[in-house]
């Protein structure tokens, strides 16, 4: 793998391409959340060095991971904290995580290869779930609401 500076924008966008790749494809649901989020931006990317990122990374897996039974690429825990390790700053660390579970929460379903990634993140940086939780993700339950009978 590559090695990107520490706190870099590549090296926080690498791991947000990773997550996007983590469930073996880029779903749909997963790049309108990246634009409905303006991720690529926050991340101090455009969509043209994100596009790279993402060239670079299929790269790399190519040279680093291993195939398994059923054809798909899947990298080991020690490169996985490998790339967590360029993430230092304890602050970048929870966005990026806040990141990572956007996308994985974009399909409403959470595949092993992702739990994996975003267990091993939080593990990694010592992160709680409830650092990084958004109370703005809404429900797919439809809400009802009940008048309050009065009292």
Same mark, same amino acid.
């Given at each position: ?8 924008? %590549? ?20 790049? #309108?959340?990246?634009?409905? $989020?303006? *991720? ?11 596009? $790279?990122?993402? @060239? ?7 040279? !680093? *991971? ?18 967590? &390790? %360029?993430? /230092? @700053?304890?602050?970048?660390?929870? /966005? ?12 409403? #379903? +959470? !595949?092993?290869?992702?739990?994996? +990634?975003?267990? %091993? ?8 779930? @409830?650092? =990084?939780?958004?109370? !703005? =993700? ?7 609401? *009940?008048?309050?009978?009065? &009292?």
């Amino acid at each position: 793998m590559r090695h990107y500076p520490s706190d870099s924008p %590549e090296a926080m966008g690498r791991l947000v391409a990773l997550t996007l790749m983590a469930d073996g494809a880029i779903d749909a649901s997963e790049l #309108k959340q990246l634009d409905h $989020k303006n *991720t690529i931006r926050r991340l101090g990317l455009n969509e043209a060095s994100f596009d $790279k990122l993402i @060239h670079e990374l299929c790269e790399d897996m190519l040279t !680093s *991971t291993y195939r398994t039974h059923s054809g798909q690429l899947e990298l080991d825990v020690e490169n996985i904290d490998l790339l967590l &390790a %360029e993430v /230092q @700053h304890p602050v970048l660390q929870k /966005q990026v995580l806040r990141m990572m579970l956007d996308i994985v929460n974009a399909d409403y #379903k +959470l !595949s092993g290869g992702e739990a994996v +990634l975003v267990a %091993e993140a939080m593990k990694f940086w010592g992160i709680d779930l @409830h650092e =990084v939780s958004d109370c !703005s =993700v809404p429900s797919r339950r439809r809400r009802i609401l *009940t008048p309050h009978a009065p &009292a």
